[in-house]
């Protein structure tokens, strides 16, 4: 899955359940952004087309209160 995916799925599962999605391009460093799902963010990658590896895929989703399956 690449950040584009997430980013999608992310906003679905957020339509799903009335919560706010904000991708805050600013507050990253260098090719990262801030990627907010309510009250808990998580350093989201802007390298295109590159996929998110397991280890870091599991780690955001844990910052954002989330697994697998929710998506």
Request: aromatic fraction near 6%; charged fraction near 25%.
């Amino acid at each position: 899955m690449d950040a584009a995916e997430f980013l999608r799925k992310v906003r679905r599962y957020a339509r799903a359940h009335g919560l706010a999605v904000e991708l805050d391009t600013s507050q990253g460093k260098g090719s990262h952004a801030m990627l907010y799902l309510g009250a808990r963010r998580t350093a989201l990658p802007q390298h295109a087309g590159r996929e998110i590896g397991k280890g870091l895929l599991h780690s955001m989703l844990k910052d954002l209160g989330l697994t697998f399956r929710d998506l």
